[in-house]
């Protein structure tokens, strides 16, 4: 792949492949050198080996739509009715999904039906962050929240409320700004905070980015090794790059309409890999799989849960 000024998107996939209904939350794991990632309304976690090709699924009771490890592998998910530790047993010869439960290991009170967890990840510190969203996105129902999930094992109260449609967590490398998107149609808004990396508090919310002044919506994110801050463009097919000040600097369009969340991945961290949600009507052969571009630039390792689970 191309590292020059305009690199090559290429799909990663093998030829074949089914596409995810909504593909999200790429976590690079370096111990395998392998990537996951869900497909929320298919209730599985996925895994592609890069070097090798070799791709398993893992399919739970509710939808998944975040996933963190904590440091012997075990998955901490964000699923419909809370936060699920999903122990992952190695996939069969058969190739089907394997069945896999969660054990519940926290719930926050949803503010209305029809709720489930969004976006969600580790905090430099190690604690889970995720926010929720109710699933219906044309009721518009602000009733999402933030959480915090800390190392003991304690839910907070909700640390941000009032979100349509919770996405974009993200931390500078340094770990003392906190980034937060909601990418209903109705917001478009990209926030950043102070954070407290001590008590991880997040304060003094600011409009970092307003992509109602850009194309598409601030769907999830990645922080590179610079701190500058790289946005899936849900709708538009794009990828945009903020500096830390805010100001746009790079754009990077991918096959896929939808492209949902990037993490950075691969042997030397230089590899951004991108999930995609396939649209209900118009989808392209793209659309709704995994894609992986080398911008030039590195990322960060993605922090482990600090607690056992």
């Keep these: 792949m191309s590292a020059a000024a305009n690199p090559r998107v290429e799909r990663v ?18 111990n395998e050198q392998a990537l996951y990632w869900v497909d929320i309304p298919a209730r599985k976690i996925a895994r592609l080996r890069i070097d090798s090709g070799e791709r398993s ?15 012997r592998g075990t998955v901490l998910a964000g699923c419909e009715t809370g936060l699920f530790a999903v122990k992952l047993t190695e996939s069969s ?7 896999v439960t969660g054990r519940k290991l926290a719930a926050p009170a949803f503010a209305c039906d029809d709720m ?27 009733a999402g929240a933030l959480y915090r999930f800390d190392e003991r094992g304690a839910l907070s109260a909700p640390v941000v409320e009032g979100l349509i449609t919770q996405n974009g967590l993200a931390w500078s490398p340094d770990g003392t700004t906190m980034y937060l998107s909601d990418s209903h149609p109705l917001r478009r808004q990209i926030w950043a905070f102070d954070y407290d990396i001590e008590t991880g ?11 109602n ?7 999830g994110a990645a922080v590179d090794a610079d701190g500058c ?21 790079r754009q990077i369009a991918v096959p896929a ?37 080398r911008p030039g630039v590195t990322g960060l390792p993605e922090p482990e849960f600090a607690g056992e689970l």
């Design 257 to 293: 309409i939808k492209p949902s969340m990037c993490a950075f991945g691969g042997r030397d961290l230089d590899t951004l890999f991108v999930t995609s949600i396939r649209p209900a009507a118009n989808a392209s052969e793209h659309d709704g799989h995994l894609f992986a571009v």
């Design 13 to 30: 996939e093998a030829p074949g492949q089914a596409p995810a209904s909504v593909g999200e939350s790429p976590v690079w794991r370096a």
């Design 229 to 249: 801050y790289w946005i899936c463009a849900n709708d538009a097919g794009l990828l945009l790059r903020f500096t830390p000040e805010g100001k746009l600097d």
């Design 93 to 99: 010869a058969s190739g089907e999904p394997v069945q």
């Design 116 to 142: 489930r967890f969004n976006d969600g990840r580790c905090d430099r510190q190690g604690r889970f962050w995720a926010g929720t969203m109710v699933q219906d996105m044309a009721a518009a129902k602000p």
């Design 201 to 211: 508090e997040p304060r003094n919310r600011r409009v970092f980015a307003d992509l």
């Design 213 to 219: 002044h850009h194309a598409g919506r601030p769907d």
């Design 57 to 71: 699924e893992w399919l739970l009771p509710e939808k998944v739509a975040c996933i963190a490890f904590d440091h």
